[in-house]
């Protein structure tokens, strides 16, 4: 028996094969496709998929203006921030957000689902989410996935 057949192979950032993944947010609802976005960049659903290394994809979300919210999240969902200052609690329901910037309610629900460390921080700097069709990396040339397909 050939025991070198038998090693595990862990990923590391030479070995990473990082691809360009374009992700059309229209009609989908956004905790599903939040999810399936930190799985992307995360790299859970690669084969070579290791814990402490940032072995998931660059991954562009467009139309981040046409997401749905289910029930009546749009108006009793809330966002709450602290100034630092005693009393200093903010809130902005998730209309509100809406109406500031569209790009943040999908940003901020993939940051929450990614590690809360340095590897995390380094995750999200490989998303992307442009309102609109229009987005800044054509010269990557973007795969345009399906998020059914993704587990």
């Given at each position: 028996?050939?025991?070198l057949s038998y090693k595990t192979i862990s990923a590391n950032k030479a070995t990473?094969?990082?691809?360009?993944?374009?992700i059309d947010a229209e009609g989908q609802t956004l905790g599903r496709l939040a999810s399936k976005v930190a799985i992307l960049l995360r790299g859970k659903h690669k084969t070579n998929?290791?814990?402490?290394?940032?072995?998931?994809?660059n991954v562009i979300v467009i139309n981040s203006e046409k997401i749905v919210l289910s029930g009546n999240k749009w108006t009793e969902k809330s966002y709450i921030r602290h100034t630092g200052y005693p009393g200093g609690q903010r809130s902005l329901t998730a209309t509100e957000m809406f109406a500031k910037d569209p790009t943040r309610l999908v940003e901020k629900s993939v940051k929450g689902m990614l590690p809360k460390n340095k590897l995390g921080a380094a995750l999200f700097r490989n998303l992307n989410v442009v309102a609109g069709t229009a987005h800044s990396h054509e010269a990557q040339k973007p795969k345009a996935i399906n998020l059914n397909e993704v587990n």
């Open positions: 028996m050939d025991t990473v094969n990082k691809q360009w993944v374009l998929f290791t814990p402490h290394v940032d072995c998931g994809d």
